[in-house]
């Protein structure tokens, strides 16, 4: 997204403080709006905040973005930004490189819990429609179908959102999941299946991501 005006605000005095801040910019405000998501949530950023963590007027950060909406747009777009995995042969192991793409993509949503709850309804940026681009023309050089390539991206694309709303949301502490556990035992009549798996005792969150991964490709791929 390009700063929607060229030129300069007028030339009122500004403090010192104001002078001596880096210039506003889109990448700036962007980073800037990521640290107190991090910090805050979505909840806890306003414009004037914002403003204030930059340095600037409220009136010279409407300079460069529309509302607060706009900042949502940017944040999330910058955190989802992908660098491809280096030396792999797309032609030869396209998998490698799904894999990889959606192990970032997890990644990068659950060092940001905040992403998950933003992306749905958010503008798709520059950074994740690249990305979406790169694995239909990843997945369609494999051999998916065109009428069968949106159905494949949005599989993975629900699996990698559903994946990480529900990691970044289950925080139950080993004595929450032990306490599950022995209620399933008590009521392992009703239960069996789940109780003899220990399914609440299984916190190998990266492990059943990429098995489960593994089940999804292999569907649209049988080996």
Known sequence: MADKRSGTPGKQAQPMQDRIEPPLSLERIATTAVEMLDAQGVSGLTMRKLADRLGSGVMSLYWHVDNKEDVFDLALDLVLEYHELPQV????????????????????????????????????GPNILARLELLSKILSG?????????????????????????????????????AGQQRLTRLSEHYPTIERSRLLLDNDWDGAF?????????????R
């Open 210 to 222: 990429r098995k489960g991964l593994d089940f999804l490709l292999d569907g649209l791929f049988p």
């Open 142 to 178: 494999a051999g998916i179908a065109d009428e069968d390539l949106n159905v494949a991206i949005w599989s993975l694309w629900n699996y990698v959102m559903g994946a990480t709303i529900t990691r970044a949301s289950f925080n139950l502490t080993d004595d929450d999941m032990a």
């Open 89 to 124: 042969d797309k032609s030869q192991d396209w998998r490698a490189e799904v894999v990889h793409m959606l192990e970032d993509w997890r990644a990068r949503m659950l060092r940001h819990p905040w992403s998950a709850s933003l992306l749905p309804r958010r503008a798709l």
